[in-house]
Structure formats: structure tokens, C-alpha cells
């Protein structure tokens, strides 16, 4: 299975608010979902979403947003009430920030009342966390879609002229899904030319996206045995057989492209039980390394490898001293808090959270 947070939504919440202020009083409850009207190629298509703000409302004072997407339990709701207790410790101006809790509906969901809109399978094949299509007619978009067109509908100059900054957040199989989503869009670019800032945090994902057959053996890389793991080099792990939503691009040259964009990784230190109940165990992901916290150090290293001299990397990585796979440790310590809402506002409340440290695989 893919990374998950085990945690209920009452024991995330509770977890959140004490990470922060020791008092489940500074907890927000979510608000009921909203529905989102979104078009990809002339076809239209609703799709929830959790919001500190109407989405149909006066959206002219926001200068940032926040999407912070849920891992394999598609509790969209937890994840916003965690991101909205650290908003409001934050000391911003919640009226000059959009934060947004993306929720990918499956067949289980429809009980909520996702109903009338694509829907992609919990697991396995045509996962949303993969970016595969959604799987009931007469929808058939990618999930990683589905954050271009929302993107493109939530940057119109028209209806936030103070735009400035855009922050992808993600945990576990959320992390998963924003680390292809970095390494695969093709609208990036676009948003910075127009003085949108767009920026990746990825925390605790069971694997990475490799651009070459190459993975971690000793302190070096070389392609993996392919005799032991016959897949490891399949999408979602590398590069053949890519979704149809990467396709059109080399894997170097997405590379290229990939290290120039702006990325925070997030290790929790003691995210590092290779037996850990919902790490991914399939070889694929094996050949990355034994666990969370390995495979991303590793990772750290291969894209320093890639770069070599000559490519600078847009990275920012550290380690969430004391914090295992949980999203609200993650986020709300004092590094999470500071890729998700940037260090401007006047109270970043960076003291309350976990302590940080430089990643080491990032030497």
C-alpha cells in the first residue's frame, strides 16, 4: 500500500492542536466541503475542496494560497483543520491567505456527498496519489489534471490581483502525488513568468520519481538488478510507461526542468521502520531503500548526483527531529510551518513546533 496517516481525523486534530498550543481549544473545525467547478479541454467537471474562504466569494485580498493534499484516507477534512490550526498560529492575516484542502473522491466517498464527479480507485491501479486517470464514465482526467485546472482557475489575475504565491503541500501519499505532480506539470513556468511564485512541499512519501534507471547502491548509484525486481524502473518509481499526463519529455531532460523548481522536503527523523504497516513494500520501492527516512535521504543524494557541478538545485530539506509519519507533526513544526506560510508574517510561531535540522542527505 502507499503511505497513510493511521491516525482518525479526531486523533490528527488532537495531535495538531497539541503540537501548537498544548490546547485542542485552538482547533478550527472544517467547514463543510465546497464544490468547485473546474474545465479541462472545453469539458466541465465538479470536484471538492476544503477552504478558509468562498471559492465563489471576494477573493481579492489573498497574496497566497496553500493546498495541502491528504495521504491515502482522502481525509481532506482533517488535513484542512490541521493546516488551518497553524494558519491561525502563524500570525499572517487569514484574510490574505487561501488555504484549500483538495479532496480526491473514490466510490467509498459518495457517502459525503461527492457525488456527479470523477472519481479514481483507493488503491492499486488508477490511484489518484499516481496521477492515474479517474475511472467512471464520463470522466476521464488525471488527478494531477485536476491541480492544473485548478491552479488555472484559483491564479486569474481578475479575481486575485494580489496574488503572489502558490504552495503545494503534501504527506505520505499526498507527498507522493506532489512530488510527480513537481516533476510532471508543465504550467510552473507559466506562473512564475506571471509573478507567481509556485513552490512544493513534500513530506514523508513512500517513494520518489526516478529520472534514470540508476538507484541507491553503497554511496554511489547504478541501474538496479533487473533480474530481482523486473518493475523497479516502471512508473510510479521511474520512467517507463509514464502516465499520459508526463508523457512528451525525456527523463533528463524532465530532470533539467524538475531541479530548477522551488522544493522543500520534509523527513520526519523517525519515520525509519522499514516495517512500518503502510510503507510501500513492493521492490519497485524496495530499490529506493529500506524506509521512509532512508529513501529520501537517498534521494537527496541522487538528485545532487544528477546535477553534478554544473545544474543548481532549488531545494530547501530537512529532518522533523522527534516526528515519525504523522502529518500534523510534520507540518506544524517549526520548518513545516515555515514552507507552508514563508517566514514574512509578523508571528511565524516557530517556536511551538518540532525542531528542524539540516537534511544530511542534502550534503
Known amino acids: ?12 486534530i488532537l495531535y495538531a492542536a497539541m503540537a501548537l498550543t498544548a490546547s485542542a481549544a485552538s482547533v478550527q473545525p472544517a467547514p463543510p466541503w465546497q464544490r468547485v467547478h473546474l474545465t479541462h479541454d472545453s469539458i466541465a467537471y465538479d470536484f471538492p475542496v476544503y477552504a478558509n474562504h468562498p471559492l465563489d466569494g ?41 488555504l484549500l484542502a483538495p479532496n480526491f473522491p473514490a466510490k467509498a466517498d459518495l457517502v459525503k456527498g461527492f457525488e456527479r464527479m470523477p472519481l479514481w480507485y483507493a488503491g492499486g491501479e488508477h490511484n489518484w496519489a499516481d496521477g492515474d486517470d479517474s475511472v467512471n464514465p464520463p470522466y476521464r482526467i488525471s488527478s494531477l489534471q485536476v491541480l492544473d485546472d485548478l491552479l488555472q482557475k484559483l491564479t486569474d489575475k481578475d479575481s486575485l490581483p494580489r496574488l503572489r504565491r502558490v504552495t503545494l503541500a503534501g504527506h505520505s501519499a499526498g507527498a507522493q502525488m506532489m512530488q510527480r505532480y513537481a516533476a510532471l506539470n508543465n504550467i510552473d513556468e507559466g506562473l512564475r513568468s506571471r509573478g507567481i511564485a509556485l513552490r512544493y512541499v513534500i513530506a514523508n512519501p513512500s517513494s520518489y520519481l526516478y529520472f534514470t534507471p540508476e538507484r541507491p547502491q553503497g554511496a554511489g548509484f547504478a541501474p538496479y538488478d533487473s533480474v530481482q525486481c523486473a518493475a523497479y524502473n516502471q512508473y510510479r518509481y521511474g520512467m517507463q510507461n509514464v502516465v499520459p499526463y508526463g508523457q512528451g519529455r525525456s527523463g533528463m531532460a ?48 541522487y538528485e545532487r548526483h544528477l546535477a553534478g557541478a554544473a545544474l543548481p538545485l532549488v531545494r530547501s530539506e530537512y529532518e522533523v527531529i522527534g516526528v515519525g509519519h504523522d502529518q500534523a507533526g510534520m507540518f506544524g513544526s517549526q520548518c513545516g510551518r515555515a514552507a507552508l506560510f514563508g517566514n514574512d508574517g509578523p508571528g511565524t510561531g516557530l517556536g511551538s513546533g518540532a525542531v528542524c535540522r539540516p537534511a544530511p542527505g542534502g550534503g
Do not use: W
Open 58 to 98: 471576494d477573493l481579492s485580498k489573498i497574496e497566497q494560497i496553500v493546498v495541502i493534499q491528504h495521504g491515502i484516507l482522502r481525509n481532506g477534512a482533517a488535513y484542512y483543520a490541521a493546516g488551518l490550526s497553524f494558519l491561525n498560529d502563524s500570525g499572517i492575516d487569514p484574510d490574505q491567505v487561501l
Open 1 to 12: 500500500m502507499l503511505g497513510s496517516v493511521k491516525k482518525s481525523a479526531v486523533t490528527t
Open 254 to 301: 524532465l530532470f533539467q526542468r524538475y531541479a530548477q523548481r522551488q522544493i522543500t522536503y520534509l523527513l520526519g527523523a523517525n519515520d525509519n521502520d522499514p516495517n512500518h504497516s503502510n510503507l510501500d513494500k513492493r521492490c519497485g520501492a524496495e530499490a529506493q531503500g529500506p524506509s521512509r527516512l532512508q529513501r529520501g535521504l537517498a534521494y537527496q543524494r
